[in-house]
T-cell receptor, first 118, second 120 residues
Framework: AQTVTQSQPEMSVQEAETVTLSCTYD???????LFWYKQPPSRQMILVIR??????QNATENRFSVNFQKAAKSFSLKISDSQLGDAAMYFC???????????????FGKGTKLSVKP | DVKVTQSSRYLVKRTGEKVFLECVQD?????MFWYRQDPGLGLRLIYF???????EKGDIPEGYSVSREKKERFSLILESASTNQTSMYLC???????????????????FGPGTRLTVT
């Protein structure tokens, strides 16, 4: 069974600086998807960024980028030029590329709470 | 924009009550999910459904049941609420679309705002 581990329960960053959130996963599959979700306080969970395992190029979305190391099974999220609005819980998630039944489900890490200091 | 709505943001119920949590999505998604979120435990899947009237147990189905009579609506039922079911409940949906003979999967799940349930 696949597992997702976020080893940093809490992180903090100064406004305008860069922070990296760690995520490792365990799987025997070769094709899968990885996600970072953001959950601001008392607000809806939203997708931040997505990475397909078959793509070697790291995904980027504006100030958010990932460092995807397939061999090491590592998927870290880098937030550049941190803003106060980036303060949130961040969840790393894994999904098999197969579909049908439970194979389409997301497997989440336990989350990292990010604080941004003004 | 995908919209997933949940019937209540906050709910307080007494032990032993039957509780209904409702989730509605407006994007014709096939898949729907119920999670509970607890500090330090992340999101845990309770039940999911990939078609009308279909349901599958997730990781922690005990004490819960679900109903999916219409494609857009997925209900979570606590038959007899207990204090250990005090939690944040999140609903999500995702799509499985077919285009040109190939499955085009929207991989991500879209989440509702959550229902914070307190059982006293």
């Amino acid at each position: 069974a696949q597992t997702v581990t976020q080893s940093q329960p809490e992180m903090s960053v100064q406004e305008a600086e860069t922070v990296t959130l760690s995520c490792t996963y365990d799987t025997s599959e070769s094709d899968y998807y990885l996600f970072w979700y953001k959950q601001p306080p008392s607000r809806q969970m939203i997708l931040v960024i997505r990475q397909e395992a078959y793509k070697q190029q790291n995904a980027t979305e504006n100030r958010f980028s990932v460092n995807f190391q397939k061999a090491a099974k590592s998927f870290s999220l880098k937030i550049s030029d941190s803003q106060l609005g980036d303060a949130a819980m961040y969840f790393c998630a894994y999904r098999s590329a197969s579909y049908g039944g439970s194979q389409g489900n997301l497997i989440f890490g336990k989350g990292t709470k990010l604080s941004v200091k003004p | 924009d995908v919209k997933v709505t949940q019937s209540s943001r906050y709910l307080v119920k007494r032990t032993g009550e039957k509780v209904f949590l409702e989730c509605v999505q407006d994007m014709d998604h096939e898949n729907m999910f119920w999670y509970r979120q607890d500090p330090g435990l992340g999101l845990r899947l309770i039940y999911f459904s990939y078609d009308v009237k279909m349901k599958e147990k997730g990781d922690i189905p005990e004490g819960y049941s679900v109903s999916r009579e219409k494609k857009e609506r997925f209900s979570l039922i606590l038959e007899s609420a207990s204090t250990n079911q005090t939690s944040m409940y999140l609903c999500a949906s995702s799509s499985l679309r077919t285009s040109g003979g190939q499955n085009t999967l929207r991989r991500e799940q879209y989440f509702g705002p959550g229902t914070r349930l307190t059982v006293t």
